[in-house]
């Protein structure tokens, strides 16, 4: 979270997303994409997805 708002109340306001790659610790495999989204939500929904 990077909002001032998001940072004092502990929950996202705006989705944000990111990408990267993965082939394993030694390079064995190939290029694996893995997107994250960090999505809206609430404090008191953690406990829903834990």
């Not at 989705?15 to 190939?30: E, H, I, L, V």
Request: glycine letters at 6%.
């Amino acid at each position: 979270d990077w909002m001032e708002q998001e940072q004092e109340r502990g929950i996202t306001i705006t989705s944000a997303a990111t990408t990267c790659f993965w082939k394993g610790m030694n390079q064995q495999f190939d290029d694996h994409r893995i997107n994250i989204i960090d999505t809206p939500g609430h404090v008191d929904f953690t406990i829903e997805v834990e």
